[in-house]
């Protein structure tokens, strides 16, 4: 199989990333996550590593001119996406273990869509989130699960590994129930649910995903 010729570097990298994977891949996911929180009118959001902001923004189309959305990211490139596209949402530059929050700001929903699995220190992370949570707020989460579930990333390892040796991919090393719940436990959560899901994800120009992959 011939790949296209993307001309793709860290620059433009955001660009892409919204243009071709957020739509098919990422703002399902991101339904079935605020499903979870259950908004309200009036309820503030936080949208931890939020990227391009797919989560902030479909949060802010769930709860109108009377709610407030906040995004934090550690990327500036992405943050730049995301306020290109939705300027009237509140878009900080942040580290998930140290969030950019003002004295007693707190938050009726936390989000974070993808982003737990890279953060170093988890532990500071998941406890900066149930800082940022008024009492009785929710949290929801997600993680892909373990590459060897998903037979298509599995295989692009294997031709990789071929040319540049083993890989280690951090989207997929954080997946499994059992540290996840004693991650949230360890941090003061209470009544934590675990749901794994799948579902069917498919690509107009499947060639885009190898080669954003590659």
């Known amino acids: 199989m011939t790949l296209p010729s993307y001309a793709m ?8 990333y919204e243009r071709m994977l957020v739509e ?3 703002r399902p996911w991101a339904k079935v996550l605020l ?25 802010m189309e769930r709860l109108g001119a009377g709610g407030r959305v906040v995004g934090v990211d550690l990327s500036p490139p992405m943050l730049a996406v995301a306020r290109g596209i939705a ?17 007693g700001e707190v938050f009726d929903a936390v989000l974070c869509h993808q982003g737990l699995q890279f953060f170093p220190d988890k532990s500071s992370a998941v406890r900066e989130m149930k800082r940022a949570l008024a009492p009785g707020g929710r949290l929801a989460l997600a993680t892909w699960r373990p590459v ?36 949230l436990v360890g941090a003061g959560f209470h009544q934590v649910k675990i749901e794994t899901m799948s579902r069917v994800v498919r690509f107009a120009d499947p060639a885009v995903f190898l080669r954003m992959n590659a």
């Open 9 to 16: 570097n860290r620059a433009n990298f955001p660009e892409m």
């Open 87 to 103: 300027p009237a949402i509140e878009w900080r530059e942040g580290n998930a273990c140290a969030l950019p929050l003002g004295a």
């Open 24 to 26: 098919p891949l990422f």
């Open 35 to 59: 499903q979870r929180v259950d908004l309200s009118a009036g309820d503030r959001v936080l949208d931890i590593a939020c990227g391009t902001g797919i989560v902030a923004r479909l949060a």
């Open 148 to 183: 060897e579930e998903i037979p298509l990333v599995q295989a692009l390892h294997v031709v990789a590994e071929r040319h540049v040796g083993a890989v280690q991919d951090h989207r997929h090393s954080f997946g499994e129930a059992a540290p996840i719940e004693a991650l």
